[in-house]
């Protein structure tokens, strides 16, 4: 069994602990910061033995360095085209590969869009998708194209099981629900979900993990077949029809001057 714990680091950013319950070996996703995860770390009692980098991004990376020079035997994971962009990474992979601590074994998916190296862990029905995916929204296009995008969202973690539990890189839940319904004002998921999210966060809560299921029915990016979000694009963009593509494309530009 895989045990999960959340830490909030930075801002509004999460690092997760991912505790391997039969050996006590763990490994960090996207350690921001060395500290709050070396308390956590000493805190469960257990043995830091990977760190596991969505993508090359400082405020998902920052922590490596001292982590490395306080536990020597880590071995840090990334994508192969991130050689050189992640401090001290020793594991460069590439399809096919797998990730491994403890006796977890996971695997990954890679998918470019907010980076061209950024790739999405998985381990049975959970999964960590940095900033590619957020819960209602996704990351924003640095070194992709939005067509990478749709197929990173919609055909890789789309392509997985509906109860995968998605863990995702930062606490944005509030401002993406409120984004969608600008788009997709009749879907009342989205409005019950805003109003389940205001409550805990102003109780201190966090709104990670997501399910895939949830994000079908609220994420516009993942909703882009809706004939609502396709009308309020059409409204934005009028003379032609759009395909999905070129309606992710729009929301995405949408979102950024939102
Ligand atoms: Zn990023």
Known sequence: MMKIVTIPCLQDNFAYLLICEKTQHAAIVDPSEAIPVQKAVQQHGVRLTAILNTHHHWDHVNGNQVLKANFPELKIFGHESDRGRIPEQTEFLKNGDSVRFGEQSGT??????????????????????????????????????????????????????????????????????????????????????????????????????????????????????????????KSKEPGHNLSEKEIFRTLRELKNKF
């Open 108 to 233: 990954f998916l890679h998918n470019p869009g907010h980076t061209s190296g950024a790739v999405t862990y998985v381990f049975g029905k959970t999964a960590f998708t940095g900033d590619t995916l957020f819960a209602a929204g996704c990351g924003r296009l640095f070194e992709g194209t939005p067509a990478q995008m749709y197929d990173s969202l919609n055909l890789q973690i789309g392509g997985l099981p509906d109860e995968t539990e998605l863990y995702f890189g930062h606490e944005y839940t509030e401002a993406n629900l409120r984004f969608a319904l600008s788009v997709e004002s009749g879907n009342a998921e989205i409005q019950n979900k805003l109003t389940a999210v205001t409550e805990l966060r102003s109780s201190g809560k966090f709104s990670t993990p997501t399910t895939l299921a949830e994000e079908r029915r609220t994420n516009p990016f993942m909703r882009c077949s809706s004939a609502e979000i396709h009308a309020s694009v």
